[in-house]
């Protein structure tokens, strides 16, 4: 088996003001220093990425955005290009995050359009999947996980996973405070890895898949000691810099 580094991302969703970020981030900078073992990202609003990438300046902490538009530029408004992030020296990109697919109803063809535009423009994709808790009570959770998957192993290749990440996010566990048990989120961690081994094992071998979904300072040791997960997608957690700290050092 490959050696995973583990990797933490902080996702701030639409929270933060120029005020607040400021004391946040230097407390989070500061409290890492240079001795933490795990890669350590940051994606806030689109419009705090300059803000942020200030206050990166000189850390091991690197930025990464919430979302991208899947075209290159033109009168779409309200959106963001890739190539705009990269002015903004964005290394990672979450794409199809259940609140995007939920709220404002991208399909699993859209994401995959997105994954494809990020890596191809030398980013590296954060590809959220998960299933609803009605899809988990039927037993479907790894038909909804192989279908959101396989849309992008199809349009993008296997080949572009290796400069991506996975992240399982069960969506009955986001901001519900409910999180699936290390054993349940192992369970399809490894079936994600499984998965996209049928196509390349290599590739599975070394990709790192993360848990998201109410991932706390008190139950990230837990989580990230099963074998195939590597890191955490934090939401809520990662406002407060003393927890998102304790949830890095996990």
């Known amino acids: 088996m490959s050696e995973r580094q583990k990797l933490v991302a902080a996702n701030w969703k639409m929270n933060g003001s120029l005020a607040s970020n400021q004391p946040l981030i230097a407390e989070i900078v500061a409290g890492l220093g240079e001795t933490s073992g795990s890669e350590v990202a940051v994606c806030p609003p689109f419009i705090y990425l300059s803000q942020i990438a200030d206050s990166l300046q000189g850390s091991s902490v690197v930025l990464g955005a919430q979302n991208v538009s899947h075209l290159d530029a033109g009168a779409y408004t309200g ?83 290796s400069q991506a990440v996975v992240a399982y996010e069960p969506v009955w566990a986001i901001g519900t405070g409910k999180t699936a048990t290390p054993e349940q989120a192992q369970q399809v961690h490894e079936f994600i890895r499984l998965r996209l081994a049928r196509h390349d094992s290599d590739v599975a071998d070394a990709i790192r898949i993360l848990y998201g979904g109410s991932v706390k300072a008190d139950n990230a040791e837990q989580l990230f000691n099963m074998a195939d997960i590597d890191g955490g997608l934090i939401g809520g957690a990662s406002l407060i810099a003393q927890d998102f700290l304790t949830i890095c050092k996990a």
């Not at 794409?95 to 191809?120: C, I, M, N, P």
């Not at 590809?127 to 479907?140: F, I, N, Q």
């Open 79 to 161: 959106e963001t290009a890739v190539s705009m992030l990269k002015d903004f020296g964005c290394q990672y990109v979450i794409v199809g995050h259940s609140e995007r697919r939920s709220l404002y109803a991208e399909t699993d063809e859209r994401v995959a359009e997105k994954f494809l535009q990020v890596v191809q423009s030398g980013l590296r994709p954060i590809l959220c999947v998960g299933e609803l808790l009605e899809e988990r009570e039927a037993g479907e959770t790894e038909d909804v996980i192989a279908r959101q998957l396989d849309a992008v192993i199809e349009l993008a290749g296997i080949e572009n996973f």
